[in-house]
């Protein structure tokens, strides 16, 4: 298994984790999912990860943290139940194995759970990552210009 440069841990139901891990997500939604989608869809999925939603998550999700060396958080993925959310790896860290790690570190929660399937909605941007992953397309989802596929993973 490719661990990547970064080392995982969870996340801390705190205020200021909510913040930094916020940010993280609006960066990395306005670089790297911007050839994807508009930006009213962005701004929608970055007011939906504004710091007091993240806090709110924190407390019912299994949140993961890639933090580096110097402890700085640079990718993050949430478990709610079956479902795979809120899977962002900061664009300037990205292709070095952090999500793979972070993806096999979550999935590997929910079999100890006796999760038998996972279940992602992927974003256009993320959908060829899953499928790497061994995810299978299921479905799409089109509410106006936002589109999003729905992809399983029997454990
Ligand atoms: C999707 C994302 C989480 C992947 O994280 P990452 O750290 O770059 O991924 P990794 O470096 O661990 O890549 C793992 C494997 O997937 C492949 N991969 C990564 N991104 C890919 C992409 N966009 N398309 C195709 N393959 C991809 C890599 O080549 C690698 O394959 P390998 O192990 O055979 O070399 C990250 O690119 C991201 O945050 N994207 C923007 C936000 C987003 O859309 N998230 C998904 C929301 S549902």
Do not use: C
């Not at 993280?24 to 911007?34: C, K, Q, Y």
């Not at 060396?69 to 993925?77: D, F, L, N, R």
């Not at 909605?121 to 061994?134: C, K, M, R």
């Amino acid at each position: 298994m490719r661990t990547g440069p970064a080392r995982l841990r969870e996340a801390r139901a705190q205020e200021a984790e909510a913040e930094t891990i916020s940010r993280l997500i609006s960066t990395t939604l306005f670089r790297s999912n911007a050839a994807d989608y508009p930006m009213t869809v962005l701004e929608r999925v970055a007011e939906a990860h504004a710091p007091s939603h993240v806090l709110d998550y924190l407390a019912r999700r299994d949140v993961l943290v890639a933090e580096t060396e110097a402890g700085e958080i640079v990718g993050t993925v949430a478990a709610e139940a079956e479902w795979l959310k809120s899977f962002f790896v900061h664009p300037d860290w990205q292709g070095r194995g952090i999500g793979r790690a972070l993806l096999e570190a979550a999935l590997a929660r929910m079999t100890a759970r006796d999760i038998a399937t996972a279940w992602l909605e992927a974003s256009l941007t993320g959908v060829d990552f899953y499928q790497t992953a061994g995810f299978t397309p299921m479905r799409e989802i089109i509410e106006r210009a936002d589109r999003r596929i729905v992809m399983k993973k029997d454990l």
